[in-house]
């Protein structure tokens, strides 16, 4: 029986590890956190929300093409501040409106990754 998602993994381009941690860490506000050594030696990095529940692990491929379609739904409360930030810190911010139920918007990560960040409307 399945109970939850672990994490999520995205791929990156070799070498671009210090443009992950400056949006993923910085922009998004989320915190680093080590690899086991022997994978850390493959490069990427993996980050954790503030209480840990959410983690996404960006794993480095040498052919590397980012998903602009295939996402991570991140849930975010205050989501109009939080497309603020980002846009602050020039993410390109595209609202979507076509779920019921929900504010979301799309944005792009620094090497190209489609991501989702979306609130209950209540």
């Not at 956190?33 to 990427?44: C, D, H, S, T, Y």
């Not at 991570?72 to 019921?100: K, N, Q």
């Amino acid at each position: 029986m399945l109970v939850a998602v672990d994490h999520v993994q995205l791929a990156a381009p070799v070498g671009s590890e210090d443009l992950l941690r400056a949006f993923y860490g910085d922009v998004l506000g989320m915190t680093e956190i080590p690899k086991p050594p022997v994978l850390a030696a493959r490069g990427g990095c993996w980050f954790a929300a503030a209480d840990g529940a959410v983690q996404l692990h960006l794993g480095v491929e040498a052919d590397f093409r980012p998903a602009r379609k295939a996402h991570p739904g991140l849930r975010v409360s205050g989501i109009r501040d939080f497309a603020a930030r980002l846009e602050r810190h020039g993410t390109e911010v595209v609202w979507d409106g076509d779920l019921p139920g929900h504010r979301r918007f799309h944005c792009a990560d620094p090497v190209g990754n489609r991501l989702e960040f979306l609130e209950p409307v209540e």
